[in-house]
């Protein structure tokens, strides 16, 4: 499956002295980006889109991706110390992350995260490199209906939420789904906007991850003296967080899985690394042994942080094989090929193979120096946790009102983000799951158009018969069932040991 | 925690349900006669209807929940958390919205901090000057010079 003549004309193209010292300026900076609540992998590539204009395409593409690879990362370590990910793909690492820096293993739960993520990206490197054009065929199978049960299975997550009730998860989940819909339809009907401009597009993702995920946090740590209480565990140990780096590696099995399903649901359009490091946690939750995902488990943050990291593989393999871009990163990388005179797709795969295989082959060396950049900005950022929270939660709330701000320039995002903070404090207060709300919202922009397209293509009546005939939606359809079934019964034993937190 | 306390606290966590449930309930109203309504109304018909059952089984639910526990055991706010704090919190981000939008990122930015510290009753003089004084500036040095980002700095004309 591998072009070995281009594979070695690929690795000519990577003798280039300048990426010696573009690859690790573009983790660092992509690291440092994807840290800052708001600043997204996407954005930091937008912001130094200008300077790859006078670099060689390999340069200006290594560089970019170097950026995406770092960011992508990046947001594990404020998710993990504040439980605020830094970017939307993050979002399912503070889940566990920050549940075991308020034990204390904030250290391990870093290393863990620098593990899973250079071990994530490494796994997908070379299962695109020998898979890159399968992929993208598979890419292509997936149409409406496909991506409808996509959609669909990804709802089923709202069961492993804690919450008070299922009912209330479903209510939470419900509400997301709806406010995911706000802005102007496909038939240009203003749907809830109330006449501001700043919603016809709908919702912006990062206020309202922020809003949800960071703000209740933050309000709660407000009433405390620090993040963490005991003294001796604030302190960085350097030995701890390798130990965590070192310690992920143990876990092969789980790790190929959330690869491959960070590669797959990377690949899909529209579907995002949020989606993919949601869907990689909830299958862990389910199907290890033992586990205490969501509590504060090590195998929550792999489970994350390989899947979102793989994601980008996946996403890229895509843009490259393709043209079509993934999310928001990748379709700014596919305007840099563009600059420089190169048209991703079929046509790219022909004609500059060498090119493709090049974009992964520096992965490997971006895992390398993975580690280094990021335990560079982890041993800044554990110090974080000394500083008393009367002094950290006002300066981390003016960090995030700048993040968001910086966005859309606007302020009316500072507003969403207070507005749905506050909305998921209450909702935490009386036992409704945040998350679900975001859920629904991540995922009403996935199913709604699929619906409206799966219904147009077969029509309502017919759908039922379509999805339960074709290969695809059928196989979704048999794992939607088999994770309800799971989901159900792991709430059935906890209402048996606890029958207060069923 | 008192009689009346434990009617609050049910009063809330009935109204927080059906606070959803209407708000979920006049979005699924504003879209009903709208053009193109089939589209519009292909998700978020479903999702209501679907949302109607559990939004009444959690209402039952509250209220068994409710006469089933002893008053002192009725969901509090636990007493480790210090809940003026955080509520005083909640005020000064809501009022930390108004301040970037009327007086601009650099000095609102430097307002919040000093006013947030010192609701959270932190008291020392010197950080209290050069926390906020050095994250403003920080911040305006990444964001502006930087990253490029146009914030609007100083006094917003508005």
């Known amino acids: ?502 | 925690m008192t009689t009346s306390g434990n009617r609050t606290e049910l009063v809330m966590r009935l109204a927080v349900p059906t606070a959803i449930m209407l708000a979920s309930l006049w979005y699924l109203g504003s879209l009903w006669d709208v053009r193109m309504r089939a589209q519009n109304l292909i998700l978020v018909r479903p999702v209501v209807v679907a949302m109607l059952p559990f939004y009444l089984w959690i209402i039952v639910w509250e209220i068994r929940r409710h006469s089933a526990l002893p008053a002192a055991q009725e969901a509090g706010t636990s007493a480790a958390v210090n809940v003026r704090d955080q509520v005083a919190f909640m005020c000064v981000s809501v009022v930390a919205v108004l301040l970037f939008y009327l007086f601009g990122a650099v000095p609102a930015t430097a307002v919040l901090l000093v006013v947030s510290m010192w609701i959270l009753r932190f008291r020392k003089p010197v950080v209290l000057i050069l926390a906020p004084v050095l994250t403003s500036l920080l911040l305006w040095l990444i964001f502006v010079q930087v990253f490029g980002i146009r914030m609007p700095l100083f006094l917003t004309p508005w």
């Open chain 1, 1 to 502: 499956m591998i072009d070995t003549q281009m594979m070695g004309q690929a690795f000519a193209l990577l003798l280039d002295w300048q990426l010696l010292w573009l690859i690790p300026a573009g983790l660092l900076y992509g690291v440092i980006v994807g840290a800052i609540p708001g600043m997204t992998a996407s954005l930091g590539i937008a912001l130094v889109m200008p300077f790859t204009f006078h670099m060689t395409a390999i340069e200006a593409l290594v560089f970019l991706s170097s950026i995406f690879t770092g960011g992508v990362y990046g947001g594990s370590i404020t998710a993990i110390i504040l439980n605020m990910p830094g970017s939307p793909a993050s979002a399912a690492t503070g889940f566990d992350g920050f549940a075991m820096a308020r034990n204390g293993q904030q250290n391990e739960a870093q290393g863990y995260a620098i593990g899973a993520s250079a071990l994530g990206s490494l796994f997908a490197a070379v299962l695109v490199l020998v898979l890159l054009k399968p992929i993208a065929t598979f890419a292509l199978m997936f149409g409406p209906v496909e991506m409808l049960m996509v959609g669909v299975f990804a709802l089923t997550i709202v069961a492993s939420f804690k919450g008070e009730t299922l009912g209330k998860g479903i209510l939470a989940g419900g509400l997301g789904l709806l406010l995911g819909t706000v802005g102007v339809s496909w038939g240009g009907v203003y749907r809830a906007t109330f006449g501001n401009m700043w919603l016809i597009d709908g919702l912006p993702v990062v206020p309202v991850i922020l809003g949800i995920l960071a703000m209740p946090g933050l309000f709660a740590l407000a009433g405390e003296s620090f993040v963490v209480n005991d003294a001796l565990l604030r302190r960085p140990n350097f030995r701890k967080q390798l130990h965590g780096m070192i310690d992920s590696a143990r876990y092969k099995m789980l790790l190929l899985r959330s690869t491959l399903i960070g590669v797959v649901v990377g690949a899909l359009p529209a579907a995002g690394s949020s989606v993919a490091s949601l869907v990689s946690w909830h299958s862990a939750k389910q199907s290890e042994k033992n586990n205490t995902i969501g509590d504060g488990d090590s195998r929550g943050v792999i489970a994350s942080e390989s899947a979102n990291n793989a994601s980008e593989m996946g996403s890229t393999a895509v843009m490259l094989a393709l043209g079509i871009p993934g999310g928001g990163a990748t379709a700014i990388m596919l305007g840099a090929f563009l600059i420089h005179g190169l048209t991703p797709g079929p046509r790219l795969l022909a004609e500059n193979l060498d090119l493709g295989y090049a974009v992964f082959l520096a992965q490997f060396l971006q895992v390398a120096l993975l580690p280094i950049a990021g335990l560079l900005v982890i041993a800044f950022s554990t110090w974080i946790l000394k500083v008393p929270n009367q002094v950290l939660v006002p300066i981390v709330l003016a960090i995030t009102c700048w993040g968001v701000f910086a966005t859309r320039e606007t302020f009316f995002d500072i507003g969403l983000l207070i507005g749905f903070g506050l909305l998921a404090y209450v909702m935490q207060r009386y036992g409704y799951p945040p998350i679900a709300l975001l859920l629904g919202i991540i995922l009403s922009d996935m199913l709604e158009p699929e619906l409206i397209r799966a219904v147009a293509t077969f029509d309502a009546v017919n759908l039922p018969n379509v999805i339960l005939t074709r290969p695809i939606p059928l196989v979704l359809v048999l794992l939607t069932i088999i994770s309800l079934y799971y989901s159900f019964r792991r709430r059935a034993q906890v209402k048996a040991n606890d029958p207060e937190t069923a």
